[in-house]
């Protein structure tokens, strides 16, 4: 079965600073690979997807993830954080079947913008 | 556009006590998930529905829970007597075909006394 790895359960940055938020997958093939956010009392939001086309993806609000095969990552990056960012983040990884697609969710990183 | 629309968003219960939740995905998508986020998680699939067909409900724990989707559309989530290890948030999805992309509801927050 395909599962990721969040490596930080919470992460703190300045307004205006970058953003890293570390995701490790385990596949065994191809995978496809999303990274959802979460804010308070709202529902989950596609940020990004990687479907095997261009290993650099962009998203939404600035966000971009860089698969890497070689190391298993799929990191989420941003170069400025805004007070707006401050949410849950989610990597997931689909598994593909008949049925269609099963997202396997990580545990989520917890991003806190400081002004 | 609207998104998916769940109910209740909040619900505190006794245990042992029965409980509904009910979610109408966005118009046109036909297939739709419902997921349990237990606090510090990510969420994980219960049930997932192509049309009124259950296709994937492994997950789901049938000996307390239920769910249905009689005509296609909206969906029913039932659990049945309650557990205090219930309490969490559920979340409906819905999606253009089983391969579209996932839109997530707000979620109903359970808590089971």
């Known amino acids: 079965a395909q599962s990721v790895t969040q490596l930080d359960s919470h992460v703190s940055v300045s307004e205006g600073t970058p953003v890293l938020l570390r995701c490790n997958y385990s596949?065994?093939?191809?995978?496809?690979l999303f990274w959802y956010v979460q804010h308070p009392n709202k529902g989950l939001q596609l940020l990004l997807k990687?479907?095997?086309?261009?290993?650099l993806v962009k998203g939404i609000n600035g966000f971009e993830a860089e698969f890497k095969k070689s190391e298993t990552s799929f990191h989420l990056t941003k170069p400025s954080a805004h007070m707006s960012d401050a949410a849950e983040y989610f990597c997931v990884v689909s598994e593909s079947s008949n049925s269609g697609y099963a997202l396997n969710f990580g545990k989520g990183t917890s991003l806190l913008v400081t002004p | 556009e609207a998104g998916v629309v769940q109910s209740p968003r909040y619900k505190i219960i006794e245990k042992k006590q029965p409980v509904a939740f009910w979610c109408n995905p966005i118009s046109g998508h036909n297939t739709l998930y419902w997921y349990l986020q237990n606090l510090g998680q990510g969420p994980e699939l219960l049930i997932r529905?192509?049309?009124?067909?259950?296709?994937?409900d492994s997950q789901l724990p049938k000996d307390r829970f239920s769910a249905e989707r009689l005509k296609g559309v909206d969906s029913t989530l039932k659990i049945q007597p309650a557990e205090l290890g219930d309490s969490a948030v559920y979340l409906c999805?819905?999606?253009?075909?089983?391969?579209?992309?996932?839109?997530f509801g707000p979620g109903t927050r359970l808590t089971v006394l």
């Open positions: 990687y479907t095997s086309a261009a290993t």
């Open positions: 529905y192509e049309n009124e067909e259950a296709v994937d």
């Open positions: 596949s065994s093939y191809s995978p496809s």
């Open positions: 999805a819905s999606s253009l075909g089983l391969r579209g992309e996932q839109f």
